[in-house]
């Protein structure tokens, strides 16, 4: 009699919709048309392009404009179709485009900043369009007016910048690292705080502005939590990139946090679940599960007559150990920690399956990503890669 073959449990991954191909360059920054099926981008080649989607089922321009210099960002505005580019040369362009998307209209030009634009944000609802650069200034500006509004100098470098409409607090990441609070008014800013996690730059902010909570994506590789509307100070660590985060989005209808790699990992995490913080590593002269003395503590040594060993520390206690007391490797999810870390021997056993289930999920994007955008309402992922190539993704298997 024939053995019953089970049939194998199918893989829920995201399926690949679209590869939009032509651009000359690294394409920085692209945006997929609501309601449309189309794709906005700006790139490095200095062009600004709309595909829209053929009968053919392919994605061809319907504009393509050139502009006097790299388009290093973007920020469209659906229900004005206002597109505002940020680019090399530190000035921002401000179009409109028409209602079939077949033609853009210039408004105005805004002599933002002395160097390279890095990020631009249109507030709609106070009629400001906010933006960073290379220079290391934070500005805004009237979009009605086109006056300058204010500025804020930032400590290094800005790569990551995001907006709470309601308290008016704008966040600014940097490449050294520190996460900026400002809160803005008309026509001047008042430093709310800062504060570090990372132990890289911060590549990219994701605001989610009903649970109040920031998300940062550094180049060491992790994203942090921060609970800014708890005012508990909790920081959640995110490990899930082998190399560093290049973008983040927030899924608000389902609470997943969808978070992209250099190394083209796409990371679906489940944030409706309940996290906790990881421990601050403890220091000690000895390991604080044997005793035995680490290696620059000499007296216990000569004491002893035992040679030091080298300290470790257990990513579920934080305490400092030998290695012979933590030679076991656990992933502990609810931390952060989808993959194997060191823990101590007593928390290994401690570990139960149920807290080693994963909170997230992995996919393979096959292309260095530089940029994002997630579509909520179809549940499409916009993927733009150092292979000068745009993908979209249908995320609805796993985002749900």
């Not at 504060?195 to 060491?220: E, I, Y």
């Not at 906790?276 to 002893?304: G, I, R």
């Amino acid at each position: 009699m024939a053995a019953e073959i089970q049939p194998k449990p199918l893989t829920r991954k995201p399926i690949l919709l679209q590869r939009v191909e032509g651009s000359q360059e690294v394409v920085n920054m692209a945006v997929i048309v609501p309601k449309e099926e189309g794709v906005i981008s700006v790139s490095e080649d200095r062009t600004v392009r709309v595909w829209l989607k053929r009968d053919s089922g392919q994605y061809w321009p319907s504009i393509y404009h050139v502009m006097p210099s790299p388009c290093s960002c973007m920020s469209f505005n659906p229900e004005t179709r206002r597109l505002s580019i940020g680019l090399d040369n530190g000035t921002i362009s401000e179009f409109i485009l028409s209602e079939d998307y077949n033609k853009m209209t210039p408004v105005k030009n805004y002599q933002a900043h002395q160097s390279r634009v890095t990020m631009i944000q249109f507030v709609l609802e106070l009629e400001w369009v906010l933006s960073t650069g290379q220079d290391k200034q934070f500005a805004w500006h009237c979009s009605e007016s086109g006056q300058r509004l204010g500025g804020y100098r930032t400590s290094a470098v800005a790569s990551g910048l995001q907006f709470d409409v309601e308290t008016r607090h704008v966040f600014i990441g940097d490449q050294s690292g520190q996460v900026t609070i400002l809160k803005l008014e008309q026509e001047n800013c008042t430093l709310v705080t800062t504060f570090r996690g990372h132990t890289g730059g911060v590549t990219a902010l994701c605001w989610d502005p009903v649970q109040r909570v920031l998300f940062s994506g550094s180049s060491d590789h992790s994203v942090i939590m921060w609970d800014i509307g708890g005012r508990k100070g909790t920081a959640i660590e995110l490990q899930g990139h082998n190399d560093k985060v290049q973008a983040l989005s927030y899924a608000q209808h389902t609470r997943q946090l969808i978070s992209c790699g250099g190394d083209g990992g796409i990371v679906v995490w489940n944030m409706d679940v309940e996290r906790q913080e990881t421990p601050e590593w403890l220091d000690s002269d000895s390991c604080q599960k044997c005793d035995q003395p680490f290696f620059w503590n000499f007296k216990q040594m000569w004491d002893s007559k035992k040679i030091g060993l080298r300290q470790h520390h257990c990513r579920k206690c934080g305490k400092a150990v030998c290695g012979k007391c933590s030679s076991k490797r656990s992933p502990i999810p609810l931390m952060g920690f989808e993959f194997e870390v060191r823990v101590c021997d007593s928390c290994h056993e401690a570990i139960t399956d149920e807290e080693r289930a994963p909170t997230a999920t992995f996919h393979d994007s096959k292309h260095n990503i530089v940029h994002v955008h997630f579509d909520a309402t179809r549940g499409w992922l916009l993927t733009s890669g150092t292979d000068k190539v745009i993908k979209l993704w249908d995320m609805t298997p796993v985002v749900s």
